[in-house]
């Protein structure tokens, strides 16, 4: 019963959005109907959690690296190429001063 559910469970709602929380309540209430024992909801809720976190893991990682191909794509600089631009420049400033002063 446990294993279905947990299947059904993860493929209707997806697990991404799942928070403890919530599905610390949903079990709760399984075992308040007697579909589940107290042990199966406290193994159920970390599974659900667990997959939560490697669901929104996995988003990240795929997020990132589109963002980069865009960047790439797109010839854009990123805020650290920028400020040791920046570093540079005033550098470059700095001794011009020096010099003509």
Do not use: I
């Not at 279905?4 to 928070?19: N, Q, V």
């Not at 865009?70 to 040791?84: F, I, M, N, Q, W």
Request: net charge negative; glycine share 8%; aromatic share 2%.
């Amino acid at each position: 019963m446990l294993e279905w559910l947990r299947k059904g469970f993860l493929l209707g709602l997806g697990a991404m959005s799942l928070t403890r929380e919530k599905a610390e309540q949903l079990v709760e209430d399984l075992v308040k109907k007697g579909q589940v024992s107290t042990d199966e909801a406290k193994q159920f809720v970390e599974q659900l959690v667990e997959r939560g976190r490697e669901e929104r893991e996995q988003l990240r990682g795929t997020v990132q690296s589109e963002v980069q191909k865009v960047r790439d794509e797109l010839g854009l600089v990123t805020r650290k190429e920028l400020e040791e631009l920046e570093a540079r420049v005033k550098a470059l400033e700095e001794r011009l001063q020096k010099h003509d002063g």
